[in-house]
């Protein structure tokens, strides 16, 4: 039951990923899938392990009565794409998407979509169970169809953006060597675009850096390009649905993205995740939007974005979904092109992020601890909390939609269980540089404080 996750399915190829398990997979997804059509969209990333996984899972979901659309190498967004698409008659009642993100190359996953809603959570833990009493599937033959799916989502790009064509701004940008450069190229290239990339081509063992845009380090490569080169600069994860934006004077996440994007937006409802800095809620409700906190995950918000009709979602780590003008799923190429829509209408990203309340944030700490104690101690915690000691700060509120935000007089800190690793992740924050830092330790004292509770009662 490892490989089943809170939002996806994820594991090593060949140790947890062999063609037994993931044959099966198939099989059972496509009793899921049956109510809803007959036809499912299938697409991987550039670990070399994919287009196997592709085969294993294809012959599982064609053994339970589904005819697979096969898009080869793709980003994710492009598999996403699909769910709205019709091909040649043809239209995709779900789709599976073959990726291991940013994690390291022996992982693959899979990100699944069923009647335009993400699988997960409770779905994929009963899809696990559920799994162990099947038999291996039924040997029949193969049954794909050969989509591009690709260049339709390049066009639909070149279309929606036309009116960037020209501009004059140098871009530059690092792909990691994932997939984001199977899009990007053409399409900046399209749109005449004064753009240079690095890392642009498919690499499954990412020989340059690991592709993920939230560690600055992995940033180094591009900071410099864009010092010598660029005017602004992109970086993507492995699979395209994550970004990172940097200017000359700034590292733009994922929460001041949504600032800058809701600004071009009439009254728009935004969506964040607890990680979010209290100066993105604040302003954006300043500026007469709808902002709502909810859980940290890709999709905890795309679901929680149909439910309040949003606007915009966003998550930190760089995950932006758009249901203004777009699908309402989490795209890094769309984002980089509103962003790039953005500056093309005049709007100075750093001269915005200069107007904003300075605030003190901490990155993600990661506290380690085990799969079976990370959730006790978070309920542990908030007992402590409600009678905690003497010297604590004072606590104005505590939300608990995702774990324990506690809101104090000048800032906040935030501690949850990873839905995906065996680690609670903290963050903190504060308009004064010393009281996040004293917030970071009266937090971490307490989460000491629980740990020793939970040994003792082991």
């Known amino acids: 039951m490892s490989i089943y996750r809170e939002y996806d399915i994820r594991g090593i190829f060949e140790k947890e990923l062999n063609e037994e398990t993931i044959s099966r997979l198939g099989y059972a997804l496509a009793h899921e899938m049956r109510e809803f059509g007959e036809y499912v969209a299938v697409g991987y990333d550039a670990r070399s392990h994919s287009p196997i996984l592709f085969e294993y899972l294809t012959a599982g979901l064609n053994a339970g009565g589904m005819t697979v659309l096969g898009m080869g190498m793709v980003p994710t967004p492009v598999n996403y794409f699909c769910n709205y698409q019709e091909f040649d008659g043809v239209t995709a009642c779900a789709s599976v998407m073959i990726t291991g993100s940013h994690n390291p190359s022996e992982y693959n996953g899979f990100k699944i979509t069923i009647n335009k809603a993400p699988f997960f959570g409770e779905q994929i833990y009963a899809l696990g169970r559920k799994i162990d009493t099947l038999p291996f599937p039924p040997?029949?033959?193969?049954?794909?169809?050969?989509?591009?799916?690709?260049?339709?989502?390049?066009?639909?790009?070149?279309?929606?953006?036309?009116?960037?064509?020209?501009?004059?701004?140098?871009?530059?940008?690092?792909?990691?060597?994932?997939?984001?450069?199977?899009?990007?190229?053409?399409?900046?290239?399209?749109?005449?675009?004064?753009?240079?990339?690095?890392?642009?081509?498919?690499?499954?063992?990412?020989?340059?850096?690991?592709?993920?845009?939230?560690?600055?380090?992995?940033?180094?490569?591009?900071?410099?390009?864009?010092?010598?080169?660029?005017?602004?600069?992109?970086?993507?994860?492995?699979?395209?649905?994550?970004?990172?934006?940097?200017?000359?004077?700034?590292?733009?996440?994922?929460?001041?993205?949504?600032?800058?994007?809701?600004?071009?937006?009439?009254?728009?409802?935004?969506?964040?995740?607890?990680?979010?800095?209290?100066?993105?809620?604040?302003?954006?409700?300043?500026?007469?939007?709808?902002?709502?906190?909810?859980?940290?995950?890709?999709?905890?918000?795309?679901?929680?974005?149909?439910?309040?009709?949003?606007?915009?979602?966003?998550?930190?780590?760089g995950h932006v979904f758009f249901a203004d003008r777009y699908f309402g799923y989490d795209d890094a190429i769309y984002a980089t092109l509103r962003m790039l829509e953005l500056v093309h209408d005049g709007v100075d990203l750093d001269a915005e992020i200069e107007k904003l309340p300075k605030v003190f944030s901490t990155e993600e700490i990661k506290v380690k601890t085990t799969e079976q104690e990370k959730f006790p101690l978070i309920a542990k915690l908030k007992e402590l909390l409600q009678n905690p000691p003497s010297d604590f700060p004072a606590i104005r509120e505590i939300i608990d939609v995702d774990g324990v935000r506690v809101i104090f007089d000048q800032g906040w800190g935030l501690v949850r269980a990873s839905n995906t690793t065996p680690v609670l992740v903290t963050r903190f924050e504060s308009t004064d540089e010393a009281l996040a830092k004293r917030y970071e330790d009266s937090l971490n004292a307490l989460i000491a404080e629980a740990q020793q509770h939970l040994k003792a009662q082991l």
């Open 139 to 317: 040997k029949v033959d193969r049954n794909v169809i050969q989509i591009d799916a690709l260049s339709r989502y390049k066009s639909f790009m070149v279309h929606e953006f036309s009116h960037l064509k020209g501009m004059k701004t140098k871009i530059v940008y690092d792909c990691g060597n994932g997939v984001a450069g199977l899009a990007l190229v053409d399409i900046f290239s399209a749109l005449e675009l004064d753009a240079k990339g690095i890392y642009v081509d498919p690499d499954g063992t990412f020989p340059n850096h690991h592709p993920d845009p939230s560690e600055e380090h992995n940033l180094e490569d591009i900071k410099k390009l864009l010092e010598k080169e660029g005017d602004i600069a992109f970086a993507y994860d492995g699979d395209s649905d994550r970004i990172a934006v940097l200017t000359r004077k700034n590292s733009i996440k994922g929460d001041m993205m949504a600032l800058l994007y809701a600004m071009k937006m009439d009254k728009p409802t935004v969506i964040g995740e607890v990680k979010c800095s209290q100066v993105m809620y604040d302003t954006l409700r300043e500026r007469g939007a709808n902002a709502v906190m909810y859980k940290t995950g890709h999709s905890n918000l795309k679901v929680k974005m149909k439910e309040l009709h949003a606007d915009l979602a966003c998550e930190v780590s």
